[in-house]
């Protein structure tokens, strides 16, 4: 019996994957569970693991492949299988030409579809993710047995589709311009609404006396792509489709920084390391997060949802990119133990392993830039989240306290809130609570 190696989907947002390396080769056995081949995703790279023990008889994409997820890379079975079905679907699918734009919409696909010089087999979930994306399976070469239509081929030919906005798709269609005519501006080369807008306007005469443009600057190329690309798409998108309002505030922290150093000398022995501010802020918004419980909400549809779990993320700069590892339930963990799971979940984003679900599923995020010098900044909301906070420099300032000039540290913080959600008063009361507890941490214990 042949098992299929799929490439794994490692999160909702996850279409394809890079084939960094395999570790097997064609002819080697191997046990469930072994790593088969190294996989990199836009976010992390990751192991890939055998499914059922067995004799690699066939690699279908080699190292540096880019695959779309749940495509089979591999065949695992016993040495004398039949995997002459495999190969020509394969070949079948690189041979073919592009897929055609697909139709608006897709009617019920039968398990059985009629297609010129034969009938095409198609599975139940190739059906459905067909009807989901509009995909017309007549335009799709199977890849299965027999030339099988599965999941992967239907994903396979909605990536060869122009990546465009929805507003871009409405114009070009009332324009009947072809997605596939149109040189796309947007993040990873994604077509919007301007792209679709120029390729109807018909181009206006250049006088005479116009000289000709001057050539492009000469510089280093460096491709949009991974996580870069990810990054690019998803602040593209955060930009125009919230109501970002920023506030901010400058707040006394000389006992936040009292506290953290009490921390600090009590436990980093026992720890191994010191606990942080950022382990402080983390604690700091979850209370102030259950409290204000209309903060910690989401956009779906027409309808708000309030949620129930504080998922705090904190961005973190890796070689790769900036990336955001979630602490997960914060608000039911000490401070210890957020500073432990924290430290783990930014070793792994550092390293390149982290797993889905250590980067995904936040409710809120914090980023903190008082390392670089910064005072206060418009921080971008990590969607679908609600808001976001900055998090400047503390440093020591003149400040009148009791009537006398002191020296105390001071911290700006800077709260993105989206205006769609949250009105500008309860988000005010919101960082109110946070600046509260930065000047009195040890109501964090009541």
């Given at each position: ?114 297609a010129q010089g034969g009938r095409l087999f198609a599975s139940p979930r190739a059906r459905r993710v067909a009807r989901e994306r509009g995909i ?147 604690a700091i918004c979850a209370r102030a997060l259950r409290e204000h419980p209309n903060v910690n909400c989401r956009l779906e549809g027409d309808q ?86 900055g998090v400047g420099r503390i440093r020591p300032e003149p400040a009148v306290l009791g009537g006398q000039i002191a020296i105390r540290q001071r ?36």
């Amino acid at each position: 019996m042949i098992t299929e190696v799929i490439l794994p989907q490692l999160g909702e947002t996850m279409n394809e994957g890079t084939i960094v390396q395999w570790l097997v080769k064609e002819g080697d056995t191997v046990n469930k569970g072994d790593v088969l081949f190294q996989l990199e995703s836009d976010k992390a790279v990751l192991d890939a693991e055998a499914p059922a023990r067995g004799t690699v008889l066939k690699i279908l994409h080699p190292k540096g492949s880019k695959v779309p997820v749940l495509t089979v890379v591999a065949l695992i079975g016993e040495p004398g299988d039949d995997i002459t079905p495999y190969l020509s679907g394969v070949a079948a699918a690189a041979a073919a030409p592009a897929a055609p734009e697909p139709p608006a919409a897709v009617a019920e696909a039968p398990a059985e579809v009629a297609a010129q010089g034969g009938r095409l087999f198609a599975s139940p979930r190739a059906r459905r993710v067909a009807r989901e994306r509009g995909i017309d399976l007549r335009t799709v070469r199977g890849s299965g047995p027999g030339g099988r239509i599965v999941e992967a081929d239907v994903l396979a030919a909605a990536a060869l589709e122009p990546r465009a906005t929805p507003l871009a798709r409405k114009v070009a269609e009332e324009a009947g311009v072809a997605l596939t005519e149109v040189a796309g501006t947007g993040p990873g080369g994604r077509v919007v609404r301007a792209d679709v807008e120029q390729r109807v306007r018909p181009a206006a005469p250049t006088p005479a006396a116009v000289p000709a443009a001057a050539p492009a600057p000469a510089g280093e190329m460096v491709p949009l792509a991974g996580v870069r690309a990810r990054i690019a798409e998803r602040m593209s998108r955060s930009a125009q489709e919230t109501a970002r309002v920023t506030l901010t505030t400058e707040v006394d922290a000389t006992r936040l920084v009292e506290a953290r150093t009490q921390l600090k000398d009590a436990l980093s022995d026992t720890l191994g390391f010191a606990i942080g501010y950022n382990d402080l802020l983390i604690a700091i918004c979850a209370r102030a997060l259950r409290e204000h419980p209309n903060v910690n909400c989401r956009l779906e549809g027409d309808q708000i949802r309030l949620l129930d779990e504080v998922h705090i993320g904190l961005a973190v700069d890796t070689d790769r990119g900036l990336l955001v590892p979630v602490v997960r339930n914060a608000d039911r963990l000490r401070v210890v133990e957020i500073a432990q799971r924290l430290r783990e979940l930014v070793a792994r984003a550092r390293e390149g392993k982290s797993g889905p679900d250590e980067l995904t599923g936040g409710t809120f995020t914090i980023t903190n830039l008082g390392m670089y010098g910064v005072d206060a900044f418009t921080p971008i909301i990590n969607l679908p989240e609600c808001a976001i906070l900055g998090v400047g420099r503390i440093r020591p300032e003149p400040a009148v306290l009791g009537g006398q000039i002191a020296i105390r540290q001071r911290l700006w913080l800077s709260l993105t809130f989206d205006h769609r959600l949250v009105d500008g008063a309860p988000a005010a009361r919101f960082l109110q609570r946070i600046a509260t507890l930065v000047e009195e941490p040890y109501l964090l214990l009541a």
